[in-house]
């Protein structure tokens, strides 16, 4: 007698992926792939995504037509482990009636805290401090051994204020810091404000980029992004002011930001993306005035693990026609096959 042929939806993980996520999604779909913790080649991702109802992937994964095409006419869902989305080719997904997700609203905090480390980091020339110790250049206290820049009571400038934007702005008040910001959808409501917080809405990103010590930038990476900060904005920014970027790489033009701090314009930076990750434009690692981190804004063991478990969630809700709140493209919804276990 023939077992009985399952009737759970057959997942595709890229990658594997922290717990309480990993387990979930053995609980919910037949699982293939996942099984080590590094990037997954292009010709075993089209091969392992064939016949998949779901595809769940990172940042790390290129999916585009071909890959969508390669899974096959059940795919229903391509479910990001990320906030970020520039991965995926969302229009062909679009077109081919596929749902993309995201993981928004739970790496908040810890993205926040990272570019606050950053931020004091590059400006108190903290990783220069615990080089010099470490290799035993320390020798006695000086008035003027690495001198940096005061934080407390300086202007922070915020490039888009959504919710990572928010939180970091939120922290600057402990700081006693006035932040200027730059917000596509406009000012933030008064209720949205903080009691005692100094937040100035800029209409022009130019204006930001004046005024501030810091500037920390906290956009999506689109179109319209990509090198939103070049040569002409670097050299806006203030002599000696510092930038921050926890975003996207290529939302900052890597060559010119070199260029602007090998000639002093800018007292340093604070980076944890980069333009061609993980390559870095020539002379960034050479440069001292540049605290380098391996794009670590979301890696606490929490957040980790949360994403991981709402990304599942996501593909969870979506091949079972269920309502799903973390649409990318929310148009897909509503012209969705037919559940899954119909096709059976």
């Known amino acids: 007698m023939n077992a009985p042929m399952s009737t759970k939806p057959r997942l595709f993980l890229t990658r594997r992926i922290p717990e309480p996520g990993f387990s979930l999604a053995q609980e919910a779909f037949i699982v293939t792939g996942g099984d080590e913790d590094r990037p997954l080649e292009r010709d075993s991702l089209l091969r392992g995504v064939a016949g998949a109802d779901a595809l769940l992937c990172l940042l790390t994964d290129t999916v585009d037509g071909a890959v969508i095409d390669a899974a096959g006419p ?3 869902v391509i479910s990001n482990m990320a906030v970020g989305f520039d991965n995926i080719d969302v229009p062909a997904a679009t077109e081919r009636g596929i749902l993309v997700t995201n993981t928004p609203g739970v790496l908040t905090d810890a993205t ?3 570019a606050w480390a950053l931020i004091l980091s590059v400006a108190r020339r903290v990783v220069e401090g615990d080089r010099m110790v470490r290799e035993g250049r320390f020798e ?3 008035p003027f051994l690495l001198l940096g ?3 407390a009571g300086a202007t922070l400038g915020i490039v888009g204020m959504g919710r990572i934007g928010q939180a970091v702005a939120r922290r600057a008040l402990g700081w006693d810091m006035r932040v200027v910001y730059a917000r596509k959808s406009g000012p933030l409501r008064p209720e ?3 009691p005692g917080a100094r937040w100035e809405h800029q209409q022009d990103l130019d204006d930001v980029l004046r005024q501030a010590d810091i500037v920390s930038l906290h956009v999506p990476l689109d179109a319209a992004t990509r090198h939103l900060i070049g040569s002409r904005e670097l050299h806006l920014m203030r002599p000696g002011a510092f930038l ?3 975003a996207r790489g290529p939302i900052v033009d890597e060559r010119a930001l070199v260029e602007a701090l090998a000639e002093g314009h800018l007292g340093g930076a604070g980076l944890d993306v980069y333009e061609s990750e993980p390559c870095l434009a020539p002379g960034l690692a050479g440069l001292s005035n540049v605290v380098l981190l391996p794009h670590l804004g979301s890696a606490t063991v929490e957040t980790r693990g949360r994403m991981a478990e709402l990304a599942v969630q996501n593909a969870i809700a979506a091949v079972n026609a269920e309502p799903v709140e973390n649409a990318v493209n929310p ?4 012209r969705m096959m037919s559940p899954w276990i119909d096709q059976i």
């Open 244 to 246: 921050v970027n926890t």
């Open 140 to 142: 006695e206290w000086s």
């Open 112 to 114: 926040a805290d990272l």
């Open 149 to 151: 820049r005061a934080v």
């Open 192 to 194: 949205q404000v903080p």
């Open 74 to 76: 059940r795919l229903r």
């Open 331 to 334: 148009e897909v919804l509503s």
